[in-house]
């Protein structure tokens, strides 16, 4: 197997969409499936992370699907459920596609400690990874990393900053 910095760049399309709380970016695939979800003020990290999980990529600009995006913005407009509808797909390990997957199934309106996502993925001790693979989530909002709060129902860490974790809970009519 060759090493990622030997293969030819991933190529994903970027787009961006206009939100409540700032402008999100959009990368997808050539199937139209999302593979990374962020804010361009923190777009850095966002390609960052990119190249940690496929290697060397190549960003074009490029419309995401037009589905996605109606579906991004009825779920700011209110219609929770939209986030379901899109299609995504990611790069991690194992252990990291588990929690992110099981992210996925926590409903909106409701949120999850840290320990509590780990025992649900017969990892109770492994409450510390689950706040890594937590925090190197590629899609904010679709795999809904929010939804995540300390033990003590404090809001913690939130790759897009605690002021959009906030709005995203009080969103989904989480009293925070």
Known sequence: MLARSTMTPERFGLDRLATPIGTALLV?????ALRALDWDDYEHRMRDLLRLHHGAVNLIDQPAPT????ALSAYFEGDLGQLARIAWRVAGTP????VWTALAKIPAGTTM???TLAAKIEMPKAIRAVGHANGSNPISVV???????GADGSLVKYGGGLERKRWLLRHEGVAV
């Open 95 to 98: 252990f990291q596609q588990k």
């Open 28 to 32: 997808t695939d050539a199937d139209g």
């Open 143 to 149: 795999l809904p990393c929010h939804r995540l709060i």
């Open 113 to 115: 400690s840290y320990g």
């Open 67 to 70: 589905a996605m995006k109606a």
